[in-house]
Antibody, heavy 121, light 110 residues
Framework: QVQLVESGGGVVRPGGSLRLSCVAS????????MHWVRQAPGKGPEWVVF????????YYADSVKGRFTISRDNSKNTLFLQMNSLRAEDTAVYHC??????????????WGQGTMVSVSS | QSVLTQPPSVSAAPGQKVTISCSGS????????VSWYQHLPGTAPKLLIY???KRPSGIPDRFSGSKSGTSAIVGITGLQTGDEADYYC???????????FGGGTKVTVL
């Protein structure tokens, strides 16, 4: 079965950095687009970024553009999110999610449980 | 303020039907597929409907989706206590080049 396991969250000061990882199993990771989606406490999901199956095309939410970078290592079935210049408003649970298809954002058909990122002084 | 508009809550008795609307614009719902997600507290969100009206394997046919113009609807028939959750619509916005979600609708089984 499809499994997505995120790690790397924690508490960080404003302006700091974190790198999230998501290890995938149960499907051909290198054949599908992948997303990061975050959910702040008490709020709905906010989409963060998408990368196509080969990492050659990426789309970012305006709120993170220039600060966050998505990457993937298909040889290790792992998705990454490098987060720099973190702000209080980045505080959320970060989920990685598999897209149903390979190249363009469509439906997010499997989600991980998420890893908590807290930005606080 | 979400790009897609959903009612904050809907409710019905067990066995009844509820529908949740999702309103957008031409650049998102009007020209792209809509998905629906169920989120139970403490769990990962689950895909309920994709490409407007398709159900993934394992999703019962009590759940249905439709789209017309710049609005979409998900329906739940034979409501069960296990259906109490937050439901979100989502789609691609071609003008903004981002995925957008609705603000979410809480379903309560009376």
């Amino acid at each position: 079965q499809v499994q997505l396991v995120e790690s790397g969250g924690g508490v960080v000061r404003p302006g700091g950095s974190l790198r999230l990882s998501c290890v995938a199993s149960g499907f051909s990771f290198g054949s599908f687009g992948m997303h990061w989606v975050r959910q702040a406490p008490g709020k709905g999901p906010e989409w963060v970024v998408f990368t196509r199956y080969d990492g050659s095309n990426k789309y970012y939410a305006d709120s993170v553009k220039g600060r966050f970078t998505i990457s993937r290592d298909n040889s290790k079935n792992t998705l990454f999110l490098q987060m720099n210049s973190l702000r209080a408003e980045d505080t959320a649970v970060y989920h990685c999610a598999k897209d149903k298809y390979s190249s363009s954002p469509n439906a997010l058909d499997f989600w991980g449980q998420g890893t908590m990122v807290s930005v606080s002084s | 303020q979400s790009v897609l508009t959903q009612p904050p809550s809907v409710s019905a008795a067990p066995g009844q039907k509820v529908t949740i609307s999702c309103s957008g614009s031409r650049s998102n719902i009007g020209n792209n597929f809509v998905s629906w997600y169920q989120h139970l507290p403490g769990t990962a969100p689950k895909l309920l409907i994709y490409e407007n009206d398709k159900r993934p394997s394992g999703i019962p046919d009590r759940f249905s989706g439709s789209k017309s113009g710049t609005s979409a609807i998900v329906g739940i028939t034979g409501l069960q206590t296990g259906d109490e959750a937050d439901y979100y619509c989502g789609t691609w916005d071609s003008s903004l080049s981002v995925v957008v979600f609705g603000g979410g609708t809480k379903v309560t089984v009376l």
